[in-house]
């Protein structure tokens, strides 16, 4: 007999640092078969999906609804409303009539009056697709799980890579689980142990650093058929939201003591490991004063700006710093300010404008007065290297002032790759320092050719600083918000059946 399995989604990943409310026109809305068709042939957890229950004959796949965003400030209440009620919408046609439900969401949402958006999402589209339908989710290592997405869902399918390459196989597991409840009978249990830190730094770095080897320890799992899905989430440290933490998933097919077995063993390693995991930064001036002396490329990390993890890029603090000091090299510098940008189009290329850069969207900053020359301008659309997302960025335009030269987009967008400024005409390696708005790239885009990276400790609403932030939300004392944090592991279980 046909199984009808239903897919949707809904994702965006917030800094509630931002001062600068997502809205409704910032998401990629898809709708019935637009959902799967924009997705499959890429690396997305609902290409994942698909391509195992493809792999069933008797399976039929509903294509429902998506909405999704670059990470930037939390949502404005009247687009989550409608957002959410878009979502809820699309599934009424298809209640009593499928099998089951697969959602790719990020898991680090959030609205103004609605701090777990996506446990509201699982909460109502289980009240309309009834209690008997398997729903599984997929979410980001930076997701946050809570209880009440937990108590609706019947497991949770996590990346197992930072920086992320594990999109359509996080989908692929999330499907798996699912068949093996509709065809073997496999009774999800969840095991979760949220531990109270956040970290930030390189030892999260999957393919190198120590979280790699913990992570590792929960994908070996999945050999054993008592598991159905397990990982870890380190939240999103700038999401801050009640059930913000870092903690282990371990879904299991009706195994509550293994779960909770694995679940603790990896727990315990991950808060003895916390101090190591932890970032280490560089002054700010330090670091300016460092890079003028070398040779380079010289890489500046700023990730307290980075608007993939939710802030609103157009912090100028680095290159602030670099004019204080009379920076002698050449600099490329990413930044969204869309004022200037509208000038230099009126202005033509090769026209002269001065502009005040920087601390429109987010006031920290204080924008910095330039001199430049219109180099080129663009539409800001295109593919990233890696991810598989096409970047809108809006008007875009280079401008060069001396040996600066800024990329500036109307627009935050995605900086986790070269590809913004290719798609400008602009090399990196012909710099001697970049400005790079991304906590972590994969190697080959900079740090393979770079002859230093700097993780620079700058202002901003996504700084590795996490007591700078301001945390007021989240559960405490957490490390290392507070000080002397203690760890007693307490194993929630959830268990539907
Ligand atoms: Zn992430």
């Not at 320890?217 to 899905?229: A, E, F, Q, S």
């Amino acid at each position: 007999m046909t199984k009808r399995i239903l897919i949707a989604g809904a994702a965006q990943e917030v800094s509630t640092f931002n001062p600068v409310f997502s809205t409704y026109e910032d998401f990629n809305i898809a709708v019935g078969e637009e959902v799967i068709e924009t997705k499959i042939g890429k690396n997305t957890e609902i290409a994942g999906m698909v391509e195992v229950l493809k792999s069933d004959s008797d399976i039929e796949i509903i294509s429902s609804y998506s909405a999704g965003a670059t990470s930037a400030g939390p949502l404005d209440q009247a687009s989550w409303e409608r957002i959410s009620s878009e979502f809820l919408e699309a599934l009424k046609p298809f209640a009593g009539n499928i099998a089951g439900a697969l959602f790719a969401m990020h898991g680090s949402m959030s609205a103004e009056n609605e701090l777990d958006p996506e446990g509201y999402l699982l909460e109502e589209s289980r009240k309309i697709l009834g209690e008997e339908i398997p729903i599984v989710y997929t979410q980001d290592i930076h997701g946050v799980t809570t209880a009440k997405m937990l108590k609706h869902a019947d497991g949770v399918a996590v990346y197992h890579t930072y920086p992320h390459v594990d999109f359509a196989d996080t989908g692929t597991r999330a499907a798996k689980q699912l068949l093996r409840q509709l065809n073997d009978g496999a009774k999800p249990v969840v095991v979760r142990v949220p531990i109270p830190a956040l970290v930030r730094g390189n030892q999260l770095i999957t393919e190198s650093g120590l979280f790699g080897n913990q992570v590792n320890y929960l994908k070996g799992l999945h050999n054993d058929p008592r598991i159905l899905n397990a990982g870890f989430q380190i939240g999103n440290p700038f999401t801050d939201v009640p059930e913000l933490c870092s903690q282990v998933l371990v879904v299991t097919d009706n195994d509550e003591e293994f779960g909770k077995e694995v679940a603790l063993k990896a727990a315990k390693e991950f808060w003895d490991n916390r101090l190591e995991m932890h970032a280490d930064l560089d002054r700010l001036e330090e670091s300016v004063a460092k890079a003028a002396k070398l040779k380079g490329p010289v890489v500046f990390t700023d990730a307290a700006d980075a608007p993939s993890s939710g802030a609103s890029g157009d912090s100028n603090a680095i290159v602030a710093e670099m004019i204080r000091q009379d920076y002698p090299h050449t600099v490329l510098v990413p930044i969204v300010d869309a004022s200037a940008v509208v000038r230099a189009v009126e202005k033509g290329l090769g026209g002269r404008i001065t502009a005040k850069l920087g601390g429109n969207l987010d006031r920290r900053f204080t924008p910095i007065e330039v001199k430049a020359t219109v180099v080129s301008a663009s539409d800001g659309t295109f593919p990233l290297e890696k991810w598989p997302s096409i970047e809108q960025a809006g008007p875009t335009v280079v401008l060069e002032a001396g040996k600066i030269t800024f990329v500036v987009f109307s627009r935050p967008i995605n900086l986790v790759d070269r590809a913004p400024f290719y798609a400008n005409g602009l090399d990196p390696k012909k710099f001697h320092s970049i400005i790079v708005k991304s906590p972590l790239c994969e190697p080959e885009f900079f740090d393979d050719w770079c002859q230093i990276n700097l993780n620079v400790d700058a202002p901003g609403s996504t700084s590795a600083d996490l007591p700078s932030l301001g945390h007021t939300i989240c559960a405490r004392p957490m490390f290392p918000l507070d000080e002397n944090v203690e760890f007693s592991p307490e194993p929630q279980v959830y268990n539907r059946s």
